[in-house]
């Protein structure tokens, strides 16, 4: 059975960070793409970063390029982003999810990655 979950959600000042893991488990964790993406309420699911967990190429939505970096640890069947200069505007639960049918990041249509985590809320007050 896939399993992703998230955590290091919270709450945290404007400018601050944040670090959100994925960890994985029932699958070849290094055979897909691995995507983070988030909520807003009232908001549609936009993808913010992916990476393939077979090359480590990397992939970023403009909004967070230069303040999230995403990262894997293999070993460890986890996935990370690393949010700094957080805005009241990357408030949202954020999820990360599997894309089975892709070794590589190939965009963010949520269809395209089968299986998602639960979510963790991330919130950043002005």
């Known amino acids: 059975e896939v399993q992703l979950v998230e955590s290091g959600g919270g709450l945290v000042q404007a400018g601050g960070s944040l670090r959100l893991s994925c960890a994985a488990s029932?699958?070849?964790?290094?055979?897909?793409?691995i995507g983070w993406f988030r909520q807003a309420p009232g908001k549609e699911r936009e993808g913010v970063s992916c990476?393939?967990?077979?090359?480590?190429?990397?992939d970023y939505a403009d909004s967070v390029k230069g303040r999230f970096t995403i990262s894997r640890d293999n070993a460890k069947n986890t996935v990370y982003l690393q949010m700094n200069s957080l805005k009241p505007e990357d408030t949202a639960i954020y999820y990360c999810?599997?894309?089975?049918?892709?070794?590589?990041?190939?965009?963010?249509?949520?269809?395209?990655?089968?299986?998602w985590g639960q979510g963790t809320q991330v919130t950043v007050s002005s």
């Open positions: 990476i393939s967990t077979s090359d480590g190429s990397t």
């Open positions: 999810a599997v894309n089975s049918a892709s070794y590589y990041c190939s965009g963010y249509v949520p269809s395209e990655y089968e299986y």
């Open positions: 029932g699958f070849t964790f290094d055979d897909y793409a």
